[in-house]
């Protein structure tokens, strides 16, 4: 008698590797003071710092991570040091800002 036939056994699947949970302070530059926590009941993230205890919070998602919240907050800073530097020059007079005169427009019309 023959032996049964069996059946090829599924290929392994590949494991993700995990993303990072602690990262570098953006205010402070002290690296893996960062700490992101994840509360899926009230779906908010929020990022904080152990050293200089900035924090930063944001609504999130099934599908958010930590890296997310993070990301998040690096761009919240980067988006406000922009508005401040725009407000420092145009305070300055560096970026003069445009003008248009009403008399073109009047005689036009």
């Not at 290929?11 to 994840?38: I, Q, W, Y």
């Not at 997310?68 to 003069?96: F, H, K, T």
Request: charged letters at 35%; hydrophobic letters at 30%.
């Amino acid at each position: 008698m023959g032996k049964r036939k069996s059946r090829a056994k599924p290929a392994p699947k590949k494991r993700m590797d995990k993303l990072d949970t602690v990262f570098s302070c953006p205010f402070c530059n002290h690296g893996t003071s960062v700490e992101c926590r994840l509360d899926m009941k009230n779906l908010i993230g929020e990022a904080s710092c152990r050293i200089c205890q900035e924090s930063f919070s944001t609504v999130i998602t099934a599908l958010t991570e930590a890296i997310d919240i993070y990301s998040e907050w690096i761009d919240e800073c980067e988006r406000v040091n922009n508005l401040e530097d725009e407000a420092d020059q145009d305070e300055e007079g560096l970026m003069p800002r445009k003008r248009v005169a009403t008399a073109e427009w009047d005689d036009e019309e």
